[in-house]
């Protein structure tokens, strides 16, 4: 790979840049290069301006410029929450957690916008540990809830998120009883506490869990995310198979996940849901690290974390495989948007809750391709909710876009015009290729937690994340 310089030579690195707070110390090195003071033995140097830094952020893992906006989006993985940062306005960066992020966006390694940038989802590196709270007001949750692998991907709207159904505090207890989403619809007034009894409906009415307006439970320990189209998102699934004690033995793969239409904020229907499983997509979760993943000219690159290398995959291609069919006796929709069944209490003649072991066992004994089940041997991954379609693909075309040698660690990936970004979190090193696989330059940030990575939509400006400083940092790539 080359250094940074202009077509002048030293130039660049001389050049005076505007910036919000520019660190000296955080300067790129580069492994080669001339000298502003004329001595080849010493590196150049590209300055690094610091965006925003501090208490804001806690432990910083992804970010993502929200379309048609000059919004930056960061993931928290420290405590379960967002920050936006206008990059319009300097010092207006806020952070956003929702009431129930302990389960909703608990440990989020990576964000993805629809094309609109009215819809975002984040994938979850957890498996529903929920911060080790204890429940107290309902203690069932305590053994079937928690610790449970009942994890994967949320959809948000970005004008909602962390303010409707805010009806508890971040880490306080849980009023719902039940071991999923949809509590009991059928609790007498005299079991109701008073606070949540309509008597307009003459049933006991729960309140809302925050703001989210879906959520999908096949993807634990997920550590990227991409959008697909519509409420379809790629997301990498750090989980794998399961043994019989439900602890994930991997190895981790690639999955498509479609919501469909969403349940609207709080609610806990899942059953129009989609799910698709690149089973034999090789990926190996790096505990703590995430992984990009981005969509360029019909591919989806990856970044396979444990095994040091960026992969790419065509999603349509390889051999699919109906695993269960719709729990409905109808076919799934696909691609669908915009608000849909609030909760399995108002499916009539329903399965009932769609999250509970037994209805989903039932669902799978009833509708599954009981041969493929077999033939998928120890790839076998049973559902942990009821969907309305659960397949794999197996043998999808597939290559490594970067020698195993090159990376030690690549965590965030970021696509530009006639290149694409990769983050080295074991060098704190960003490199760039062009398309067609030449390195282009590699930036030494001088950081220790480089995670994700953010390109704007002129070409200008490459943002990345350090999780060690707790801080967002800008490359001029002009």
Not at 91 to 111: C, K, M, N, V, W
Request: overall charge negative.
């Amino acid at each position: 790979m080359r250094t940074i310089r202009s077509d002048d030579g030293c130039s660049r690195s001389r050049r005076t840049r505007a910036a919000i707070g520019a660190i000296p110390a955080a300067a790129l090195l580069l492994a080669a290069g001339c000298s502003t003071a004329g001595s080849s033995n010493e590196p150049d140097t590209v300055r690094v301006e610091s965006v925003a830094a501090g208490d804001i952020f806690d432990a910083p893992h992804s970010l993502t410029v929200r379309p048609g906006t000059s919004e930056l989006w960061v993931t928290n993985s420290g405590n379960d929450s967002l920050t936006v940062v206008d990059l319009a306005e300097p010092g207006s960066a806020r952070q956003l957690r929702d009431g129930y992020g302990e389960h909703f966006t608990a440990r989020p390694s990576g964000i993805a916008f629809d094309e609109d940038g009215d819809f975002f989802a984040v994938s979850n590196n957890s498996n529903n540990e929920v911060r080790d709270i204890e429940f107290v007001l309902n203690p069932e949750r305590n053994s079937h809830f928690k610790g449970n692998n009942f994890m994967g991907p949320t959809l948000f709207s970005a004008e909602t998120f962390a303010l409707a159904g805010q009806n508890k505090q971040y880490l306080d207890d849980w009023p719902q009883p039940g071991i999923s989403h949809d509590p009991p619809d059928d609790v007498p007034r005299h079991q109701c506490p008073a606070e949540y009894w309509s008597d307009s409906t003459a049933r006991c009415v729960w309140p809302r869990q925050g703001s989210h307006l879906d959520m999908l439970h096949g993807n634990p320990l997920s550590t990227g995310i991409t959008h697909d189209h519509a409420n379809a998102y790629f997301v990498l699934d750090g989980c794998g198979a399961r043994d019989d004690t439900n602890t994930c033995r991997g190895p981790g793969h690639v999955a498509r996940v479609d919501f469909n239409r969403d349940h609207q904020e709080g609610n806990g229907f899942h059953g129009d849901a989609v799910t698709t499983r690149y089973v034999d997509l090789p990926y190996e979760r790096v505990d703590g690290v995430p992984s990009g993943m981005f969509l360029h000219d019909g591919w989806v690159y990856y970044s396979d974390t444990g095994a040091g290398v960026v992969r790419r995959f065509r999603p349509d291609s390889g051999r699919y495989e109906l695993m269960v069919d719709n729990w409905n006796d109808s076919p799934a929709g696909h691609g669908e948007q915009g608000p849909g069944v609030i909760d399995w209490s108002h499916i009539e003649n329903g399965p009932g809750d769609g999250d509970d072991p037994e209805t989903v066992a039932a669902w799978v004994e009833r509708r599954g391709n009981h041969a493929a089940i077999a033939g998928a041997g120890d790839r076998w991954i049973r559902p942990m909710e009821t969907l309305s379609e659960y397949s794999y693909v197996w043998e999808a075309t597939r290559e490594d876009v970067t020698a195993p040698d090159v990376i030690g660690r690549p965590a965030g990936l970021a696509a530009g015009g006639d290149s694409w970004f990769v983050s080295d979190h074991s060098s704190g090193r960003i490199l760039e290729f062009a398309w067609d696989g030449t390195p282009r330059r590699v930036f030494e940030t001088g950081r220790s937690g480089v995670t994700g990575l953010a390109t704007t939509s002129d070409g200008q400006s490459l943002y990345f994340a350090d999780s060690e400083s707790d801080g967002i940092y800008r490359i001029d790539l002009t």
